[in-house]
């Protein structure tokens, strides 16, 4: 079982609709929790973390942790074509470990 | 936010050649951090650093060696390249952030192509 989760996709959604990426981790003891964008062929780059349950809103971004049911999202409301890239959720383990998922792409369609 | 810099930025090399990526921070980060990533495919860390001196093999077996005798540097060498070892290179560092956890921050990457 791998420590992060996520469906490869391809996500498409239409311009101006709320895209929903999701994520699950097995750790139970997980207290960290990032979602990052990658462009193809760029490096990773933060969108935001998270460290408590409930949800954490930055401009069009949502995230949201469910730490009873092991469950990470990220919402981003009215999608831009900008927007399509890979969505990668990480997690730091209760042994302090860094784990990233596989990422879930993302298409934004005018 | 981390000033994280890697060189060369695109390498194409012979089979049998020693290359040396760089990565370089600024901010003093004591965690460092290399990864391999296939194009569209997920991220493989190969080698860690908790600090000066320290230095760990990653998830991925990988026939790269590391360094970290300064803080601020991180380099990666390979002793002799081959066509297998074809793949973008990305180099993070992280510290300790206080109640909140550790943020890795990317450097742009170096794109290796072997031939």
């Known amino acids: 079982q791998k420590e992060v989760e996520q469906n490869s996709g391809p996500l498409s959604v239409p311009e101006g609709a709320i895209a929903s990426l999701n994520c699950t981790y097995s750790?139970?003891?997980?207290?960290?929790f990032f979602w990052y964008r990658q462009y193809s062929g760029k490096s990773p780059e933060l969108i935001m973390s998270i460290y408590s349950n409930g949800d954490k809103e930055d401009g069009r971004f949502t995230a949201q942790l469910n730490k009873a049911s092991q469950y990470v999202s990220l919402l981003i409301r009215d999608s831009q074509p900008s927007d399509s890239a890979t969505y990668l959720c990480a997690v730091i383990s209760n042994f302090n470990k860094f784990y990233f998922g596989s990422g879930t792409k993302l298409n934004v369609k005018p | 936010e981390a000033d994280i810099y890697q060189t060369p930025r695109y390498l194409v090399i012979g089979t049998g050649k020693k290359i040396t990526l760089e990565c370089s921070q600024t901010m003093g980060h004591d965690k460092m951090y290399w990864y391999q990533q296939d194009p569209g495919m997920e991220l493989h860390l190969i080698h860690y650093?908790?600090?000066?001196?320290?230095?760990e093999k990653g998830d991925l077996s990988s026939e790269s060696t590391v360094s970290r005798i300064r803080t601020e540097h991180f380099p990666l060498t390979l002793e002799s390249a081959r066509p297998s070892h074809t793949s973008q290179y990305l180099c993070?560092?992280?510290?300790f952030g206080t109640g909140m956890g550790e943020t890795q921050y990317f450097g742009p990457g170096t794109r290796l192509l072997v031939l």
């Open positions: 650093s908790y600090g000066v001196n320290s230095t």
């Open positions: 750790d139970r003891g997980s207290q960290s």
């Open positions: 993070a560092s992280s510290e």
